[in-house]
């Protein structure tokens, strides 16, 4: 009977699948141990019943790049919420926009010039983050809400998001993402599936379990004293959602998630979309989690469980990889021809089998949201969503291939906007 020792190279590929394997494992384990929180655990809403208050000075700023299709829904929005209006100061930031995005927004102003106050961003560095990072300098009072151009906050959404920085020890809040385009076409329902998952199930239980809830850049805010004291919003980033919510975290700052508290976007109705979206995504985490990684696990202020839990929220968008390197060490394994030897590879490919063709758990976080929110027949859709899992696996590699070409070769990172379906707007 052969043995590894005759087999060296085909042993040396074995161990590295089999560490491939318990990697996917673990994030399986996760995703299980989310879904059975949201199942049968103890569910924290700690937030949620303050409705009167001597609520404080916000500013809401509004991310708008060529968003004439959007821009006004969003203005008409939040000036229809409940928030006193003399505690709310409404800024549209009009970033370079070469459409009518900011003859949309000057309409506005004139209509309600005590109200909204515009900051057309005429130069500086591209990208929503740089854009941000300029306009949060016109910020009044210590909490900034954020949302994209596409989103619709309903009446109620800024108190909602407001409560839980009563609590000092909060930086960020986000509250829930749902699709408002998902009746489109088949790759918008698939990701109204994934945003339930993810929201619904994901966000709940990390907030239900005491770990780390994530602040994603729109339908949330931040305390701005926070924000400085860890060292200011960056601009040098794809994701400065994910930037800012670790830093926030190995500092000592609380990120709180609302799961009842909804606005409604946009989702990419095109592949080809959703693609340069998943790319920017993959290109932006990995920046932060190369950058982080070692000061978020070394962070007194977090529990180990936190640790690792963050630790692999920062890895996601690596995981990829190590699929595609899993899938050849496989493959390769079998064109070596190593005999009898691949029988004691079966349990490693049968593992495989469960760790990469999307993570059943995964999966089963999807079950779980769309029974929660009530709509049984989605799950019709779920075997598509194996099509979506392959389209951002390759993508998400690709990000990776092209970040190391970035650092490499000096090359400037670009955003690439995503692009927007709606086909009327009131100007």
């Known amino acids: 009977m052969p043995s590894f020792k005759d087999y060296p190279v085909a042993a040396a590929m074995a161990s590295l699948l089999f560490l491939i394997v318990v990697i996917m494992m673990l994030y399986g384990v996760r995703h299980f141990l989310f879904t059975m929180n949201r199942l049968a655990g103890v569910q924290r809403h700690p937030y949620i019943d303050i409705a009167l208050a001597r609520w404080p000075m916000i500013t809401v700023f509004i991310a708008a790049h060529n968003e004439e299709k959007v821009i006004a829904g969003c203005i008409e929005a939040l000036l229809n919420t409940d928030y006193p209006a003399e505690r709310l100061k409404i800024i549209p930031v009009n970033d370079r926009s070469k459409d009518a995005t900011g003859q949309i927004i000057d309409g506005y102003v004139a209509r309600f010039p005590t109200r909204i106050s515009p ?246 976080e999807i079950v779980i949201a769309v029974l929660i929110d009530g709509n049984r027949r989605r799950l019709r859709l779920l075997p598509f969503n194996m099509l979506g899992f392959l389209v951002s696996l390759f993508a998400i590699a690709g990000a990776v291939w092209s970040l190391m070409l970035d650092s490499l070769l000096k090359r400037e990172m670009v955003w690439d906007k995503t692009i927007r379906y709606r086909k009327e707007a009131s100007k």
């Open 119 to 364: 900051f057309h961003r005429v130069s500086g560095k591209a990208g929503k983050s740089a854009a941000l990072k300029d306009a949060l300098s016109f910020a009044q009072g210590d909490i900034a809400i954020i949302f994209d151009a596409d989103y619709v906050p309903g009446r109620g959404l800024l108190k909602q998001l407001v409560a839980p920085f009563f609590d000092p020890e909060v930086g960020a809040v986000m509250g829930r993402v749902v699709p408002v385009n998902s009746g489109a076409n088949l790759l918008t329902r698939m990701l109204d599936l994934e945003r339930s998952a993810g929201y619904q199930v994901d966000q709940q239980a990390r907030m239900n379990m005491n770990l780390l809830p994530q602040y994603g850049g729109t339908v949330g805010g931040v305390r701005l004293s926070a924000v400085q004291a860890v060292g200011g919003w960056h601009d040098d980033t794809l994701a400065e959602d994910t930037d800012i919510t670790f830093r926030l975290m190995f500092n000592g700052w609380k990120t709180v998630y609302t799961n009842r508290s909804e606005c409604y976007e946009e989702v990419p109705e095109e592949w080809s979309v959703r693609i340069k979206q998943v790319t920017r995504w993959a290109k932006g985490h990995n920046q932060v989690t190369a950058r982080y990684w070692w000061q978020f696990a070394t962070s007194s202020y977090l529990t180990l469980g936190q640790r690792i839990d963050g630790l692999l929220l920062l890895f996601v968008f690596f995981i990829p990889v190590l699929m595609l390197v899993g899938w050849c060490l496989a493959l390769g394994l079998y064109f070596l021809n190593a005999g009898s030897l691949l029988s004691k590879l079966i349990p490693i490919f049968a593992l495989m089998v469960y760790g990469t063709l999307g993570n059943f758990a995964a999966f089963f």
